[in-house]
């Protein structure tokens, strides 16, 4: 069974930095994708980034140019490194994984989601 553990985030101050981090462990055969997502009070949640196993990238427009996202392959985790930091960041952040298990040799593709992690970002 595969699981999903994210780290990081809490409280910091408006133009601050934080990493989260989101590990994923099990028997995966390929690693498709890794981001996060985020959702604040009443508002739907929203993409953040995602990096695929081609390492294309996908920012969402709001925070490209303060939040970088990577991976370590060998250790099957992304790090999401958020910079100028904003009160407008302020929300609930989801570690998203695509993978591909193997199931008596059939590929199974699953989407999974971790815990959320809270980030706010306040004076």
């Known amino acids: 069974q595969v699981q999903l553990v994210e780290s990081g985030g809490g409280l910091v101050q408006p133009g601050g930095s934080l990493r989260l981090s989101c590990a994923a462990s099990?028997?995966?055969?390929?690693?498709?994708?890794m981001g996060w997502y985020r959702q604040a009070p009443g508002k739907q949640r929203e993409l953040v980034a995602l990096?695929?196993?081609?390492?294309?990238?996908n920012y969402a427009d709001t925070v490209k140019g303060r939040f970088t996202i990577s991976r370590d392959n060998a250790k099957n985790t992304a790090y999401l490194q958020m910079s100028r930091l904003e009160p407008e960041d302020t929300a609930v952040y989801y570690c998203?994984?695509?993978?591909?298990?193997?199931?008596?040799?059939?590929?199974?593709?699953?989407?999974?989601w971790g815990q959320g992690t809270q980030v706010t970002v306040a004076s």
């Open positions: 990096i695929f196993s081609d390492d294309n990238i």
């Open positions: 998203n994984a695509v993978i591909t298990t193997l199931d008596n040799g059939n590929r199974r593709v699953s989407d999974l």
């Open positions: 099990g028997d995966i055969f390929n690693l498709n994708s």
